[in-house]
């Protein structure tokens, strides 16, 4: 690395890792809750998590919060104000930065979206998933068609007209039609964003030992994939990264740090991070302890903290930059990693030699067939294909 020029905007993300139920295909940090809530155990821990990363980022600009999990929904209107004061008070969040909440329409109560924008929070994603009602007992989701219909016309009471529905294809029996189906119905609610990703079996998850029956193959979901993406176009949702879909200023500034290689501050159980240093010309990597009881025991002590070497830049800017839709310049390249452009060239050229990436302009960006077969891109990223390239040239 020679030197990182000034540092990237800053994200704060926190993680609530409770859910009602466990769903099947879910490979995030979750755990079913028994018994009562612990709220406020875990945001003492969660407060001293944040002051424990604090120091050096007091001044920074903050742009964007994203309450993830598990379902911060569980948590009362209350204690996410109290959150969202304290972040206020420690850190630098911008006057108007995007405050996402993410939600599982069956733990919201009739009214809470109000208290929650009350609040400071302004952005939701809603996890919709489908609104087959047998597909989503087959997913093991909590909640019914008809509760997704109730908190989207909550969110727009509420004045939260800026949320998100997450939406799944190639579930198990889908056809065509019934993926087009799912679609029409979620853009009837009128959301401002829409999150369209592919069911896909993760490694350590119940599906993917015992996969369900019925899943389309890999030709009928693209299939679903085009026609989707054709009806969102002509609805006029930009497609802005892989699975990412918005109307006209309704873009994810919180994902689109992420993948642009911004930095993010990662608080809460199993939550990561990614913080760039100037002064020392560092990129830093953070875990934290997953399991929610002993990360609430010891919330200082379980973080822990990695510089990023430089050979594995390459690798961790593509894994995000190439699924912007328009693709990235090699300016931020050098200046979200400070390497040289010369780091990453001779696989660019390579890969577009394959008909896998193409260059416009100054942006390089994953052609139609590099964006199906983004793993194999990507592979050309890793340390050892680099220096494999390096010896060719």
């Known amino acids: 690395m020679t030197a990182l020029p000034v540092p990237p905007p800053l994200s704060i993300y926190l993680h609530f890792p409770w859910c009602v139920a466990k769903c099947p295909y879910c490979d995030f940090n979750s755990y079913t809750l028994h018994g009562a809530l612990p709220e406020t155990l875990y945001l003492e821990a969660l407060d001293a998590d944040l002051e424990a990363q604090r120091p050096g980022l007091e001044r920074r600009p903050v742009q964007s919060v994203f309450m993830g999990g598990g379902t911060p929904s569980l948590f009362s209107p209350a204690a996410i104000g109290g959150v969202i004061d304290r ?4 850190f630098n969040l911008a006057a108007d930065a995007e405050i996402t909440l993410e939600a599982n329409p069956g733990t919201i109560e009739r009214g809470r979206f109000a208290e929650y924008r009350a609040a ?3 952005r939701v994603s809603l996890g919709a998933q489908t609104f087959d009602e047998a597909t989503l007992k087959i997913l093991g989701r909590i909640h019914s068609a008809g509760d997704i219909q109730v908190a989207a016309g909550e969110l727009h009471a509420a004045g939260l007209d800026n949320f998100n529905l997450d939406l799944m294809f190639a ?3 889908q056809s065509r039609g019934a993926a087009l189906a799912d679609l029409q119905a979620a853009l009837a609610l009128e959301p401002a964003h829409l999150s369209h990703y592919q069911l896909t079996l993760e490694p350590g998850t119940p599906y993917a030992a015992r996969p369900p029956a019925r899943l389309p193959d890999d030709d009928l979901a693209w299939d679903m994939q085009r026609d989707c993406h054709e009806l969102l176009a002509a609805r006029g949702f930009a497609h802005y990264e892989i699975s990412g879909f918005a109307r006209p200023g ?14 993010y501050l990662g608080a809460g159980a199993g939550a990561h991070g990614k913080l760039s240093w100037v002064g020392r010309a560092a990129i830093e990597r953070s875990t934290q302890q997953r399991e929610p009881r002993r990360y609430q025991a010891a919330p200082v002590a379980g973080l822990s903290r990695r510089d990023v070497a430089d050979r594995d830049l390459p690798f961790e800017f593509a894994l995000n930059a190439l699924r912007l839709v328009e693709g990235f310049d090699l300016s931020l390249f050098e200046a979200r990693t400070g390497l040289t452009a010369e780091h990453i060239l001779p696989q660019l050229h390579a890969l577009a030699g394959r008909g896998l990436l193409t260059r416009e302009g100054d942006a390089w960006r994953a052609t139609e067939l590099g964006s199906r077969f983004l793993n194999d891109v990507l592979e050309a990223f890793l340390p050892a294909r680099i220096s494999q390239v390096g010896t060719e040239a």
Do not use: E, I, S, T
């Open 171 to 173: 579930l198990p029996g």
């Open 87 to 90: 972040l206020r008070a420690g």
């Open 250 to 263: 309704r873009h994810c500034v919180h994902n689109l740090n992420y993948w642009q290689f911004g930095d």
């Open 120 to 122: 400071g929070v302004n």
